[in-house]
């Protein structure tokens, strides 16, 4: 039986800009958050994923889009599992190119996307980012990711969804000054009571608030910004030893359990890939 895989590759023609193939039968992702804009496609198979509530099968000729910050999953749909492309876009490079059109920070409202157009520009792009990473393909590769993301920007991109005062939620204010606290000082530890009590709640209250208003709970959601950190540093070519002190788990073997069980690799398999 062929071994579940999932690959990472970084080209120098697009700095910052993770790539992913995806070759998946049993792996399931749990519930996670990204700090990038996450773009992904099949080529074979079917995925199944939960966000914002409801559940998305993506086939051959979809194309997904999940915001920074957003609770998903993921899980093969198909007997033979499915063979997946996905592409991980910082924040910055989405904006300048909403700040081209005028617009305000891109928000993409459509989980799910039927366009023929925007899915063969993707493969494409994706296949040669992944294809040709050391080649001298910089003007071309260039062309097309601003072309792709550009396209799906104007297509796509709006204004963010408001989450208001709602009495079983926490406010947008409320959200940020906690999300503030974690990526500050990702080696912090914190106590729900620390975290509760500037904004005049319980430890109860603010638990079960924090976790309606993302889907998942500070613990859960805090262990995934530590390791989308450490994916930052493993691509700096830092110790791995000492990327996990800086981003706050036990020692080394703590940090390869926790992101084994996220990305399906090892920090060293994943460094060795991206450097």
Known sequence: MKKDK???????ALPNIELTLASVKEFEFDRHIHLDY????????????????RSYIMGTGLLSIINPDEVHTGASKSVNGYTGHFMAIPPTFINLISQNFKQPEAFFSKSL???????????????????????????????????????????YGGVPFDVGEHASRLSRKQLNQIKDLFHADPSQSFQLQELSEPLGLSKFQFLRQFKQSMGITPHAYFKRVRLEYAKRALIKGKEISDVAYQVGFFDQSHLNKAFKQAYLVTP??????CL
């Open 6 to 12: 999932l690959e990472y590759f970084l080209n120098p």
């Open 268 to 273: 060293k398999h994943f460094q060795q890939r």
């Open 113 to 155: 996307i039927d366009d023929p157009y925007l899915y063969n520009a993707f493969m494409y792009l994706h296949n040669i980012g992944v294809s040709h990473p050391y080649e001298a393909q910089h003007l071309q590769l260039e062309t097309v990711m601003i072309a792709f993301a550009s396209e799906l920007v104007q297509r």
């Open 38 to 53: 996450h773009i992904g496609s099949v080529s074979s198979g079917c995925l199944q994923y939960l966000h914002h509530g």
